[in-house]
Every structure is written in C-alpha cells, then in structure tokens.
C-alpha cells in the first residue's frame, strides 16, 4: 500500500515512520520547511524511553508533490482540515482515500470536500509531541481504531488497520463516532489543565469534578446526538455521563486510573500546552470544544463550562490572560454555582 501523509508533525511522523520501516511506500508531507529540510538531511528520529531509531524517509513540501496520493493519512491540526482536504482532493486517485489521525470531528469536514466515499474515521490515542524539526518524542501507547463512517466493515479498513499495525494494535470499528464523541469529552478536560504551567495528572487530580463536567458538557451533546460512547484507555464515559444513579466509588476509581496512567506516560503536558507554552500559537479548541458549542446550541444545550473554558483558552492565546492556577479555580467556581 502506497501511503502520503499530510502533516508529518508528532502524530503523522510517527505512524509514518513505523510505516517505512514495515516496508511500505511513504511520502511524508509537511508544510514547515525547516521541518522538512531535517528530515531530508538526518532523517526522522523518533525518541522514546527504550532510545532513539532514526529512518531514512521521503520528505516534502506540499508544492513539491505531484502524481497521486494514494492513501492519504490526514495529520494536520483541526483547523488546517479544510485547506489539507482540498490540496488532497485533485491529486487524488480512483480507489484513493482520506484517513483523519486527528482529534475532533474532522471527518465531517473531510466529506464535505473530497465526499464521504472517500473519507475514513479513525481515533488516536498515542502521545508524542515533535521537539525539534527532524525529531520526535513518544510519550507512550494508546488506542489506535479506524472505521468506515457508516459503521459498515470493509476491505479498504481492513486492508488499513492491517498496514497501520506496523505501529501499534488497531482496532476496526463499526461505530469510530462513539470514539470520537469520547475523546472530544477528554479533551474538554486536557483544554483544561492547560490552564496552568502544571502536568496533566495534577491538574485532574486535584479538579476530579471539574473534570467529570467538563467532559460531561460534551456527553450531553452526544447523546442528544444518538451517539453511543466507547471508553477508551482509562477514560470511562459511562461512569461520567449518568446524571442519575452515578456510582461515586467507581468514578472515584476511574479518574484515579486516569491520573495513574497520565504519571505513566512520558508526556506530562499536552499538546494544548504546548502549543500556548512553547510554539506560542492558536490551539485547536475552535474546531474542537468551538464545534461541540456550536452542535449544542442548536440542539438546547448551552455548554456553559466549555464556553467559559474557550474563552480563557482565547486570552491565553493572545496573551492577556497568564498560565495560572487561578484560571481552574475560576471554572470551579462556575461549576459549583452551576450546581447549586
């Protein structure tokens, strides 16, 4: 199978590195040219606690690709989803496809321009974070699920999934929506911890309940939605979501499996930190929390936490709001006056 990937970046350079070395044909696409110039000249290293394996890859700009794509495995921010699909689209083939390694519900936007015949749902869960141009760090393992956006089972994912094993266990699903629903709830609270200069564990492990509602503003849209939620690595929407009859021990529990596996991972920080800390650069939040506030509000449900969540993710943004405890502490005051 002969693969590009879109966004060479901690997601699509990893998956794709694996690839190479699994022996498939990979054309790594990116549109940083300091990134690029690095791969070409060292390679791309990806870093890890056992040590560091370093792969001769095939690297470019996006104005330097011609021919077709192949299978395509869509790795930029959510944001660039738009302009990423509508590159792809010309310079797609008969039989060639559209695989979105992204958080949010970037598959939508995929349809829309190269159709949904052509667009295949995934759900990543690894972390990594790239360091330096021509270098990434993997923070650990995680669920790895691709499916069809119809739920029906095919030759094309089954024929994915099966080259994508190259890097970790992937599942086929018939229900990769139930993911992603899941995980934009996570990310609710990873949007949160981002608020302070503080690791992930920390800031969860000291808002438990904040965290739960947060997610749980997310849940709320999905099930108005129909969707049906799949828990994943320690993140357990079901135990979350039901406003009557939760069962505290077992939540308890859960969010301490939560924090137990955050302290495990070699990435302390998100990437939402990240790219306020250090690239100093918009995050993702518009087309993540900003789509589910969107779908919410159109169906009655107002989101309130997450609202005031995305703005404060807006001021860190632009600089006039600093990392600080003082932020979650404001959103906890907000959700205990919500509750009362």
């Not at 695989?99 to 349809?111: D, K, M, P, Y």
Request: charge should be negative; hydrophobic fraction near 45%; glycine fraction near 10%.
């Amino acid at each position: 199978m002969r693969f590009t990937v879109v966004g060479a970046g901690a997601i699509g350079g990893t998956v794709g590195s694996h690839l190479v070395r699994a022996g498939d044909a990979v054309r790594l696409v990116d549109g940083d040219r300091g990134h690029v110039d690095a791969m070409r000249a060292r390679g791309l290293t990806l870093r890890a606690a056992g040590g560091e394996v370093t792969v001769a890859v095939d690297a470019a700009s996006p104005d330097e690709v011609a021919g077709r794509l192949g299978t395509v495995l869509l790795c930029v921010k959510a944001q660039d989803t738009r302009s990423a699909a509508e590159w792809c689209a010309p310079r797609m083939g008969r039989g060639d496809c559209v695989v979105s390694l992204q958080n949010g519900l970037c598959e939508r936007t995929i349809a829309a321009v190269v159709g949904d015949d052509r667009t295949v749902g995934a759900f990543v869960n690894f972390s990594a974070d790239l360091v330096e141009p021509g270098v990434i760090q993997f923070g650990g393992p995680g669920t790895f699920v691709v499916g069809e956006l119809d739920g029906r089972r095919s030759p094309r994912v089954e024929a994915i999934a099966e080259r994508l094993r190259a890097f970790l266990p992937v599942t086929v699903t018939d229900n990769v929506f139930g993911y992603l629903w899941a995980k934009l709830g996570y990310a609710n609270m990873l949007f949160a911890t981002a608020l302070v200069d503080a690791t992930m564990a920390d800031v969860i492990e000291r808002h438990p309940d904040l965290m739960v509602e947060l997610a749980c503003e997310v849940y709320d849209v999905a099930a108005d939605l129909g969707v049906s939620l799949q828990p994943f690595d320690d993140v357990e929407p079901q135990l979350y979501h039901p406003r009557q009859g939760r069962d505290p021990a077992r939540l308890e529990a859960a969010m301490a499996s939560l924090v137990a596996r955050r302290r495990r991972d070699g990435k302390a920080k998100s990437g939402i930190w990240r790219d306020l800390a250090v690239r100093h650069r918009r995050t993702e939040v518009d087309d993540q929390l900003g789509a589910v506030i969107e779908i919410g509000a159109a169906r009655g449900l107002p989101c309130s936490l997450t609202r005031a969540l995305v703005a404060r993710i807006h001021e860190l943004e632009s600089g006039r709001r600093p990392m600080d405890w003082a932020n979650v502490q404001e959103l906890e005051r907000l959700r205990v006056a919500g509750s009362g």
